[in-house]
């Protein structure tokens, strides 16, 4: 995995600003990890995104009863790049649990590609399918998504099997 690789892909806004909010969450001590466009290209398929995505612990938040919002500090915008979260607690207690031990990539943490292989599957577009796609492609190392889908969520193992044996013919087609 070569996050500073990916980084270096992507236009000089988005890089910098993926890298400014990494290191606002770090000094706010909040768990993260990049998830979303960047954790793909860290992960091998090269993929241009125009905004930053993180999956981040409930220490980004404030809740006031029935109103969350974001601890003061984290950034929603860099520049005029759009900065994204995704709670871990709302998809779920392995994705909360992954955020923990998440993979580090130059001296940042990425999400594992069991997480991201489930982030893209429950989002379902057709542009997150068509990345879990060009992953297997790619090469990504995917022998522990299957396994992972089926301890945690198993209604995703058809959705799974359908996109990994597109992606091997198209991979064997070559």
Request: proline share 5%; glycine share 8%.
């Amino acid at each position: 995995m070569k996050l500073d690789e990916a980084l270096d892909r992507l236009h000089p806004d988005v890089r910098d600003a993926a890298r400014a909010a990494a290191r606002a969450l770090s000094a706010l001590k909040i768990p993260f990890a990049f998830a979303g466009g960047i954790a793909v290209g860290a992960h091998g398929h090269r993929r241009l995104t125009e905004d930053v995505d993180f999956l981040v612990g409930e220490d980004a938040f404030e809740h006031h009863g029935p109103i969350v919002t974001f601890k003061s500090g984290v950034p929603i915008e860099v520049g005029k790049v759009r900065v994204d979260y995704l709670s871990a607690k709302v998809l779920g207690p392995a994705v909360e649990a992954g955020l923990k031990d998440p993979v580090i990539s130059d001296g940042f943490p990425v999400v594992s590609i069991e997480i991201l292989m489930y982030m893209k599957l429950v989002a379902g577009r057709l542009k997150d399918h068509g990345d879990v796609g060009e992953l297997i492609k790619a090469g990504a190392d995917v022998r522990k998504v299957r396994p992972w889908l089926e301890a945690h969520a198993s209604d995703l193992i058809e959705t799974w099997d359908e996109l990994a044996a597109a992606a091997e013919r198209e991979r064997s087609s070559r």
